[in-house]
Structure formats: C-alpha cells, structure tokens
T-cell receptor, first 115, second 115 residues
C-alpha cells in the first residue's frame, strides 16, 4: 500500500527564516511520482513540483528547493528566506505511473510565517 | 488554456437534505476527473474518479455518489446528507489521453456545512 507521512503538523517561523517541510513515503512501486502542493487560505491547491523516481537530482526554483533521497524514501521541501505569503498548508503526494487513483496525499503541514 | 470550475463555493444544508456539487473543465478533452474531500484540519481523501463518460470508480463507501454525464462534467451527489459529510470538496482533473502524470489541477473547492 502507498502511504505519505508528513510528521510536522504545524510549523511557525519568523519571516526570513529558512524552513524545511519533511515528507516520507512508502510504496512498493519501482516507478512513481512525488509531488508538493500548496493550499493557501483560499483553499485551492496549487501545484509546486513533480519529481519522478528515476531522477534524484535536487531541484531549486527561486526560494524553493526540494531534496529527494530514495535511500531514505524522503522528499523534503525547503523554503529559504520565508515570507508571509508562504503561509499555507503544504501537501506532499505520491502517485504511481498509472491513473491518478493511486494518487495519495500526506496529511499536510500548516506553515505560518510571522512578520 | 484549461480551466476548472466547481460550484457552489459555499453550501449550508440540513441533515437529510440532498446535495449536488458540480464541476466542469474547459479547454481539454477526455480528462480524468476526481472528487476529493478534506475534513477540517485533515488531509485529502479521494472519493471518486472517472476516466470517461459514465465510468465512475469509488474509493470510499459512503452515502455519496458521483456521475459524469458529459466528458467535462463531474457531479457529486447525495440523497440524504449526514453531519459527517461536512467538509471541503475539491474537484480535480488530469490529462487522460497522454500517459497519466499524476499532476492534478484542482478547482476552487466547495465548502459544505451540514447542520
């Protein structure tokens, strides 16, 4: 069975601090996708990144970076120099290479960035 | 470009009343469509998915049902709402004809409160 764990339920940081959101996954599939989504207070989920299991290269996009380590089944997300607008619930998700019915979300981490 | 809309955005219904949430996708054909529910302070739970007109798969047994009368229309219904049906309902789509990527695009969400 597939499972995504986000052990941090809530995190609070002060603006400009760096923050890392942890994600650990379980799957028996040898090929899969990992995702991060952001859910701001408005409720709509916003896609941030997709990473396939063949590619363990870390990725950086502006203040966002992702660390994929297959050996520890982790896909952590770091925000550098956090801003108030980063306050949101962040979901890590796992999907097989087939239809999205294998799409499993973690419970989410609520990040509050204080001014 | 592709867009997804769902309505109503907010709904307050008494226990035992019927429910109909509608979701439509524009700018694409043959999408895979999904209904998720997010209970207060919790993660996302997949309720239904559809890979074509009239094709509905249910992930969780409950008093909800889904229908896909047209290619880009997905409806979530209930004949008699329960208190436990309260939550935030999200519709999502992904390209169906290409190899599924698991990259889901979400609607704005519908917040249901059952009293």
């Amino acid at each position: 069975a597939q499972k995504v764990t986000q052990a941090q339920t809530e995190i609070s940081v002060v603006e400009k601090e760096d923050v890392t959101l942890d994600c650990v996954y379980e799957t028996r599939d040898t090929t899969y996708y990992l995702f991060w989504y952001k859910q701001p207070p408005s409720g709509e989920l916003v896609f941030l990144i997709r990473r396939n299991s063949f590619d363990e290269q870390n990725e950086i996009s502006g203040r966002y970076s992702w660390n994929f380590q297959k050996s520890t089944s982790s896909f952590n997300f770091t925000i550098t120099a956090s801003q108030v607008v980063d306050s949101a619930v962040y979901f890590c998700a796992l999907s097989g290479f087939n239809y999205g019915q294998n799409f499993v979300f973690g419970p989410g981490t609520r990040l509050s960035v204080l001014p | 470009s592709q867009t997804i809309h769902q309505w109503p955005a907010t709904l307050v219904q008494p226990v035992g009343s019927p429910l109909s949430l509608e979701c439509t996708v524009e700018g694409t054909s043959n999408p895979n469509l999904y209904w998720y529910r997010q209970a207060a302070g919790r993660g996302l739970q997949l309720l239904f998915y559809s890979v074509g007109i009239g094709q509905i798969s249910s992930e969780v047994p409950q008093n909800l049902s889904a229908s896909r009368p047209q290619d880009r229309q997905f409806i979530l219904s209930s004949k008699k709402l329960l208190l436990s049906d309260s939550g935030f309902y999200l519709c999502a789509w992904e390209p169906g004809l290409k190899a599924p990527t698991g990259e889901l695009f979400f609607g704005e969400g519908s917040r249901l409160t059952v009293l």
